[in-house]
């Protein structure tokens, strides 16, 4: 018999569309829950494309990709 | 204050050695979607899936206008071509060069590393030396023991010697001082018995002593005449 998972512990991945409301719901939105959340996703995306021997160049240009579309994002009423 | 109930170290973390950096990073497809979604859709879409999304997405935005095609666009687009073309000129170059510059650090950590190791080997032969060194501490002391004895015994036995002279320039003076003494009194003496015997001779015994000299002279005389 699998362990059941609590719907808190489960990843973003594995949680079933109709759930999505209160998995979001049961997130941290403390300020430091909020600042742990940007420190692990910068930790992520830092040790999986940058903090490598060989690096591309796809580790800056997404970063700069993203950069581009939000400041579009940001600045489309002027338009 | 400090718990004593807590239990300290249970695991076996330990900060070194450190596990070495991943080869290569996470794979990325046109410089910058990332492979992850392309595996994302292969399932359901097969390879040429995430192309056809790409596409339909463009399309939709330029249709809808929410990419406004204005003087940006242009100049976007020649940024890009510029900056695509000088990627995939001087890409390998400028990867070569930072590899080479990796490899230096690594190169002197490495050797700073092997110094450090070949200095504490050192060390430990240094260190086994001396202690077999300590081991010769007992043939030092007994040389250091036996110059101790003969010094000692050439101690006594000058002054062994000192003594015995000592002793016999007592006993010389002892004798030379009875000698002298007899010698003196032996002196003395004679002279003493000279002088008397002397004194003893009165003129009369002097005379019949010449006289009788005399007659004693011609008898030899007489016979010695005969014997020649």
């Known amino acids: 018999l699998p362990a059941a998972v609590l719907l808190k512990d489960t990843k973003l991945m594995d949680v079933k569309l109709g759930q999505l409301g209160s998995w979001l719901a049961m997130r941290d939105f403390t300020p430091s829950g909020i600042l742990g959340a940007v420190r692990r996703g910068y930790d992520r995306y830092y040790n999986k494309y940058i903090n490598v021997r060989k690096g591309g160049i796809g580790g800056v240009s997404m970063v700069l990709a993203g950069y581009i579309v939000l400041s579009y994002m940001w600045s489309y009423s002027h338009i | ?228």
């Open chain 2, 1 to 228: 204050v400090l718990h004593t109930t807590r239990p300290l170290h249970t695991t076996q973390q330990s900060l070194a050695p450190v596990p070495p950096l991943p080869e290569k990073g996470g794979e990325v497809r046109h410089g910058f979607i990332p492979e992850e979604f392309f595996q994302f859709l292969y399932p359901k879409t097969g390879v040429t899936g995430p192309y056809m999304l790409g596409t339909g997405l463009l399309l939709y935005f330029l249709s809808k206008e929410i990419y406004v095609i204005n003087h940006e666009t242009v100049a976007a687009a020649c940024i890009l071509g510029v900056f695509i073309y000088g990627i995939k000129r001087f890409g390998p170059d400028v990867a070569a060069y930072a590899d080479k510059l990796n490899e230096e650090k690594m190169a002197s950590a490495l050797a700073m590393k092997n110094e450090a190791m070949q200095a504490l080997q050192t060390a430990i032969e240094e260190e086994k030396k001396e202690q077999w060194r300590v081991e010769g501490r007992t043939y030092l002391f007994d040389a250091k023991r036996n110059n101790i004895a003969m010094l000692l015994e050439t101690n006594y036995r000058e002054r062994l010697m000192m003594v015995y002279n000592e002793v016999k320039k007592r006993l010389d003076y002892q004798v030379a001082m009875q000698a002298l003494k007899r010698q003196k009194e032996q002196d003395h003496m004679i002279q003493w018995v000279e002088k008397n015997v002397i004194q003893s001779i009165t003129p009369q015994q002097q005379k019949e002593s010449i006289a009788k000299c005399i007659l004693d002279l011609k008898a030899l005389s007489k016979s010695a005449q005969a014997a020649v």
